[in-house]
């Protein structure tokens, strides 16, 4: 579904990703595990339009996406769910979550996937009347996947759900993405947080410095010395 080769991404003449290689396959969920600074943004930025890269090939579902402006590769089903969630902070919970159908053709079927939405994250419903400003960091990241599944996607790019939540939102926020990807929707996800990361995915890949340095079933990586050491806590 998604072929990412050789990416190189700049920021003006730092060079931060130096010849990334990814395959994500119709139907996974794959995790790129990495440190603070590695890269893992840099790369979801550059797959979702956001950033250009200077070098390298994305396609997805066999069309080649390499620098195509951000909104029509949402339009092509490719949508991320940015890290620090960067939700709008003076609208409301739905208003939110509308906005992420603002680029969708099939507007007569934005109802049903709002109940879906609501389903899977029924605190966003108690809540749809309060300002995304007010909501704690779980709830905020609870919106911003409902928001990025609004847009319909096919494969949705995760950064970092993880991030500044408690253990229990964690465990939660986790579950809500296997439920996802048992609903049809393939999965891309990054994060620091490499044991619930790997816990929860098919396939990861190591990214260090720019560079993808190990890749391997999720579980092998689980138990695999150097990632362990450098990433589990020994
Ligand atoms: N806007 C930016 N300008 C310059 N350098 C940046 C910018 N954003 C990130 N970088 C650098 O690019 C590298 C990768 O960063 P990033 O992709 O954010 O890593 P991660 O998401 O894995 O923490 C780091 O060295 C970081 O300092
Ligand atoms: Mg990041």
């Known amino acids: 579904m998604l072929k990412v080769k050789n990416l190189k991404t700049n920021y003006g003449k730092i060079q931060a990703l130096h010849g990334v290689s990814i395959n ?7 995790t790129i595990i990495g440190a603070n600074g590695a890269g893992k943004t840099t ?3 550059t797959i979702s339009g956001i950033l250009k890269s200077s070098a390298g090939k994305i396609s997805f579902n066999g069309t080649d996406i390499t620098n195509v402006p ?13 890290e620090g969630r960067q939700i709008f902070p003076l609208l409301n919970v739905e208003e939110n979550l509308q906005l992420g159908a603002y680029l969708r053709a099939d507007k007569e079927r934005i109802d049903e996937d709002l109940r879906r939405v609501h389903e899977m994250f029924p605190r966003l419903n108690e809540r749809r009347k309060q300002l995304g400003g007010t909501l704690s960091g779980g709830e905020q990241q609870m919106l911003a996947i409902g928001r990025a599944l609004m847009s319909k996607p096919e494969l949705l790019l995760l950064d970092e759900p993880s991030l ?58 689980l ?7 450098a990433y589990l806590g020994g």
Do not use: C
């Open 43 to 45: 790369l979801l930025n």
């Open 164 to 221: 500044g939540l408690s253990p229990i939102f964690v465990q939660q926020i986790f579950e809500v993405i296997r439920e996802i990807n048992s609903q049809g929707t393939t999965i891309l996800l990054v994060e620091q947080n490499a044991h619930v990361a790997l816990q929860t995915a098919d396939r990861g890949y190591v990214i260090a410095t720019g560079q993808i340095i190990m890749d391997d079933d999720a579980k092998a990586l």
């Open 223 to 229: 138990k695999h010395d150097s990632v362990r050491k």
């Open 70 to 82: 951000a909104e029509k590769i949402v339009r092509a089903g490719l949508v991320q769910s940015p």
């Open 24 to 30: 994500v396959y119709k139907g996974e969920i794959v």
